[in-house]
């Protein structure tokens, strides 16, 4: 059996075990040990909990197996191609229906209130023409248009910073896409608002 870690971050590492990976919150020196069971614990179930119901809509990596008592999730290993390091690679038409269906995938899970929290071609994986969204570390539930609107400004920016030679072709074809949202019109505006804002602060 080959154990190999494929991604570290602050909260957490990913292992790659035949063909399932393992997400594994570290434990935080600094805090007092019982809070920092109860911190993992408690991110590990509400994690689960989007990544389950995010499945009923969008695709994901399947089944969703919960630890809690070693604050893991085990999923099984997409073996795809992350956007993040191939969508620019691809035909400008090719690249365009891909941000058009994340648009229509991002619509189907802000429909059932779920908000994403780092909605980045890196946490996106094309296999057989289809999008896999991975780490929900930093989701939530919210009903909010502008928790919807910030996520979809990540979105937007995570495009102009990785794939600039064609961000704003890529953020029309999204917004085509998020278009079938019942509250498009109402995010879009929001979206407005946030740029504003952002624009204001530099």
């Avoid at 590492?13 to 434990?27: E, G, V, Y």
């Avoid at 992350?82 to 229906?97: A, E, N």
């Avoid at 910073?161 to 995010?187: C, M, P, T």
């Amino acid at each position: 059996m080959t154990i190999k870690i494929i991604a570290q971050g602050a909260e957490a590492k990913i292992i790659l075990s035949d063909k399932t990976i393992t997400k594994d919150r570290i434990s935080k020196s600094y805090r007092i040990p019982e809070l920092d069971k109860r911190i993992r614990k408690s991110r590990t179930k509400a994690e689960t909990k989007l990544l389950n119901k995010a499945s009923k809509v969008v695709n994901i990596p399947l089944p969703i197996i919960e630890d809690k008592d070693k604050f893991q999730i085990k999923m099984h290993y997409i073996d795809g191609e992350k956007l993040s390091d191939h969508l620019d690679k691809f035909p400008l038409i090719k690249q365009k229906q891909i941000c058009k269906q994340i648009g229509e995938d991002v619509a189907k899970i802000h429909d059932i209130e779920i908000i994403h929290g780092d909605l980045t071609t890196s946490n996106m994986i094309l296999k057989d023409n289809l999008i896999y969204f991975i780490d929900f570390g930093l989701g939530y539930i919210s009903r909010k248009f502008e928790d919807k609107a910030v996520d979809i400004h990540l979105f937007k920016q995570a495009l102009e910073a990785k794939h600039f030679q064609n961000w704003e072709v890529l953020f029309k074809e999204f917004e085509k896409g998020y278009s079938k949202s019942k509250d498009s019109k109402i995010v879009f505006e929001r979206l407005k608002a946030v740029e504003k804002r952002g624009r204001y602060k530099h």
